[in-house]
């Protein structure tokens, strides 16, 4: 692929391809309205970024690094790189707040190019904010601009090469700007895949993929992306990171993991090493109903601890499901949904049939009822598509926004009560409250709520106490704030809940070492 290929820009105001965008299905728009009533938010056209703030000698000197027509300062360019894709984010930017436009927009090409922009930040204290596929959730794009020259977003977009392929050992090595489709494209040349397929899969990118620790579809079966990566370079305002000379060792920490989960705070991951694997000959998806979260949600556990596991499997509680399988004939023609499981598998047809076969004898035995194919095809025809339909309910005053968490199998049931009561009861009467178990291990499990509700008159301020009240409860329950958004700036205020005073001495003190001037994403992730 060649550097700078086009990349579709997701809409500044909304998620996705615009091409893609869609207003409420006629059948869900009754239900709507009955539920949440009709409003037409007013989205502001016309505004427009502050001027950049950095004069031209500063820019001439980012010029003569990466080239004139690669440092980009027009208000179009500076609006596409401002913040993330959050309900917080988009409503700021549907109200016209354009306050977290960078200066400028850089496009460097290659580690070195890299080095010499961040030295040129530190020298003249301009924030840098790492830069793939624009889809963070977490606030992770807003630098803070205090005591700061300016801030650029330092636009990953010319560094999309496939740079080696070692298919003995089965890695690839990948540049930080190629997207998720890009990524596979160039693999499957190869007959091979990283199935990394996490909902943001079709805009977010390599490098995005590392620094926020993102969990994808095939968990169960793939594991993390964290767990493919197996090595790493990063460029630092001290120095280069070159880390990951074999497999496994013993040699100290793994400080590679000390850079998955920064989020461009401590450096700019440059190329990424991942484990890859033959691209798969069949793949096929199913449903099973269970009477209960707690039933479903045992079966899972017992398929974990017996190293039964599909590629994918995923639990919707009884509010989920019954969204979702509004017609009672999709899940054998009962008027009770019950709980909807997915279950996935991918690979040769041997291993397809002999895992599904398996866990199929499992999960009968267990109380489960088997629905076929077509919930399990339903799923993964619409997987990428729950982005746009937050966007069509916006446009109505329909507040939607997600949130995740993790906890061990002897807490989940706690977890699950805590956070609901929490949402229900910030939010008040009316609000829809749903979650689904959305990855899986053998001692515990992720949990992934998604919530909708009227908006107030300030939507803002309305979903950021929802937000504080589910994360204490969180706290409370002993669960991580966060298992694959990352921490941006929204989850910050917790993160020493979770890793304590001295382990938020141990991520200041490698902030100062690695990035003295302070000028990497300033404002994320350290407390």
Known sequence: MTPGTPTVEMHPQRWGDPAAATDLPESARGLVELAFGLQQPVVATDARPAPTALDDDLLDGLRALVGAEHVLVDDATRVLRTRGKSTSDLLRARAGDLTDAPDAVVRPDGHGEVLAVLAWASEHRVAVVPFGGGTCVTGGLAARREGLTGVVSLDLVR?????????????????????????????AE????????????????????????SSGQSS???????????????????????????????????????????????GVITSVTVRVRRAPEVT???????PSFDAGADAMRTLAQAGLLPTVIRLSDESETALNLADPSSIGGSDDPGCLMISGYEGTREQVEARRAAVTEALAGLGGTALGEGPGEKWVHGRFAAPYLRDALLDHGVLVETLETATFWSHRARLYADVRAAL???????????????????????LYFTVATRQADDPLAQWAEAKRAASEAMVEAGATITHHHAVGTDHRPWLVHEIGEVGVRVLRAVKAELDPAGVLNPGVLVP
């Open 220 to 266: 169960a079966g793939h594991g993390r992306f964290d767990a493919m990566v197996v090595g790493l370079t990063v460029a630092t305002p001290t120095g280069s990171l070159d880390l990951g000379s074999s497999p496994a060792n013993a040699a100290g920490p793994d400080l590679r993991q000390l850079v998955l989960g920064s989020e461009g705070a401590f």
């Open 190 to 213: 190869r007959g091979l895949t990283l199935g990394h397929y996490p909902q943001s899969f079709e805009h977010a990118s390599i490098g995005g993929f590392a620094a926020t620790r």
């Open 284 to 290: 096929a998806y199913e449903g099973w109903r269970w």
């Open 424 to 446: 229900q009861s910030a939010l008040g009467d009316g609000a829809l409250v749903l979650c689904h178990v959305s990855h899986v291990y053998e001692t515990g499990c992720s």
């Open 159 to 187: 560094m999309k090469r496939l740079l080696a392929v070692d298919e003995e050992s089965m890695t690839a090595i990948l540049q930080p700007g190629l997207r998720g489709p890009e990524a596979e494209a160039l693999l």
